[in-house]
């Protein structure tokens, strides 16, 4: 499982939350966020996502729940600061922001954000229709430089940078970003010329991240339609890529929060279906034959109960980090925020990988128990078996004052057989001990007979088990 790092607050390094100036007008802004299983410290300081973004109306509701939704620590660039390895080239970069986000679960997000600019905007980054539309084909190839991490930031790469920021923020060993990514694409509306087709090659060329021209099929993404209903608007939400053009800037961030609270999601999910496979071979091992032996119940249980008791905590963990971020609507009552919310759960493939990891892990807690309860009858067969050889004990026991009852009361009678001049050992009373001695034996034969014979069975029944192979008959 990934740890969750525990140390003393005043030895974790501390972060200086601050809260940025406004970015300078852009045309586009391309944000990309990178999953993790990062779990840090507590003890950092980080601001509430309304301290660095603008919510409008909706920002009470955002400060209301906090401690619902991801906080930020960000870390801002000049646009000469930011570099690309691949050979990415004429794209006027304005700005450059590193987020490190911290979601309810506990878990790191982090998020880069370019502001871009196409050739004559004007001072609020509204650019010419050709100029637009020639930036938009320039991010397609960003898109995959971005994703890929072909970044630097004042001569450092993004993979470093995004290290330091995590040890900053209490990560203590952060490691890479994992395979959940998610980038949003947000810009100005597109221009109302561009025919209908074209505006459908460009959405497809960069939700699809290729320059290849597709075949009119049905596509795979979303249009959410409470967000598309403005005029001007589009809104496209794909499993990799969502495009948010000509929406308000309170739309846009919302959508920020919710990329990073899904992402974490995301990773998380990944995270416990690994785990629970981990916990099947944990399950299997406690059914398999030892080499040598068998493995005993005690141990059997031992195995079992690390089993279900992992169970529980990857049960708890998917209903807390990745069912609780499912809905959004009972923390921002915004028809909008939530339209963008829901198409993006469904379209990451959260709600159908949750179904199937949910199934997993009841099915596997199944298991669980019905192993349990096999031992446990096991346990019960075993203690008959016990309270048997106790009751032979004591019948065995209970032989010997018989027998000295026996001879006591045949010497103690007044009967001609019986002389009281004579020695208890005279040969006259060997027949007498004779018939005890055959008593005594009889009590100690007939239970070892038995235990015996249950040996016997058992051995039988196991080699039987071992030898003859378990088939299934259907009807």
């Not at 300081?45 to 619902?68: I, K």
């Not at 609020?124 to 539309?133: D, M, N, Q, S």
Request: proline share 5%; net charge neutral; aromatic share 8%.
């Amino acid at each position: 499982m990934v740890g969750i790092f525990r140390r003393r607050v005043e030895d974790a390094p501390m972060v200086v939350a601050q809260r940025l100036e406004r970015a300078r007008p852009r045309t586009v802004i391309l944000s990309t966020l990178y999953g993790t299983g990062w779990q840090p410290v507590e003890g950092n300081g980080t601001l509430p996502p309304s301290e660095n973004l603008s919510f409008g109306r909706l920002e009470r509701y955002y400060d209301d729940a906090e401690q619902l939704l991801p906080s930020a620590t960000v870390r801002p660039w000049a646009g000469d600061e930011v570099g690309f390895t691949d050979g990415t080239a004429g794209i006027d970069v304005v700005w450059a922001r590193l987020w490190m986000f911290r979601t309810a679960s506990g878990q790191s997000v982090p998020a880069l954000s370019l502001g871009l600019n196409a050739a004559g905007a004007d001072d609020k980054g509204r650019p010419a229709g050709e100029a637009y539309l020639t930036l938009l084909t320039k991010i397609i190839d960003l898109l995959n430089t971005c994703r890929d991490l072909q970044v630097t930031l004042g001569d450092v790469p993004l993979a470093e940078r995004i290290e330091q920021l995590a040890r900053e923020t209490g990560v203590e060993d952060p490691g890479a970003v994992s395979r959940e990514r998610h980038q949003l694409v947000i810009g100005h509306a597109l221009p109302d010329r561009l025919a209908a087709d074209d505006r459908r090659i460009l959405i497809e060329q960069l939700v699809y991240r290729t320059h290849q021209r597709f075949r009119d099929t049905p596509e795979t993404f979303a249009y959410p339609e409470e967000l598309n209903k403005r005029p001007g608007a589009t809104v496209v939400v794909g499993p990799y890529v969502s495009l948010l053009f000509g929406t308000d800037d309170e739309e846009d961030n919302a959508a920020f929060v919710s990329a990073a609270q899904l992402v974490a999601s995301a990773a998380r999910l990944r995270y416990i279906r690994e785990a629970a496979h981990r916990n099947l071979e944990t399950f299997r091992d406690a059914q398999r034959h030892p080499p040598g032996g068998r493995l005993g119940n005690v141990a059997k249980r031992r195995i079992l109960g690390q089993a279900a008791d992992t169970l529980g905590d990857l049960e708890l963990e998917l209903s807390f980090s990745v069912e609780a971020a499912a809905d959004i609507s009972l923390i921002v009552p915004a028809w909008r925020v939530t339209a963008y919310h829901d198409a993006l759960f469904v379209q990451m493939g959260l709600k159908r990988k949750f179904r199937i990891v949910s199934r997993m892990l009841r099915r596997l807690a199944r298991s669980i128990e019905a192993e349990t309860l096999s031992l446990d009858a096991l346990d019960r067969h075993g203690e008959g078996e016990r309270r048997r050889r106790w009751e032979a004990a004591y019948f065995y026991l209970a032989t010997i004052p018989l027998a000295a009852a026996l001879a006591l009361g045949y010497l103690g009678m007044n009967a001609s057989q019986v002389a009281i001049d004579e020695s208890m050992w005279a040969p006259r009373y060997y027949a007498m001990y004779m018939v005890v001695t055959i008593v005594v034996l009889g009590g100690i034969l007939v239970p070892g007979v038995v235990a015996l014979w249950q040996l016997v069975s058992r051995w039988l029944v196991s080699r039987r088990e071992d030898v003859e192979p378990v088939t299934m008959r259907t009807r």
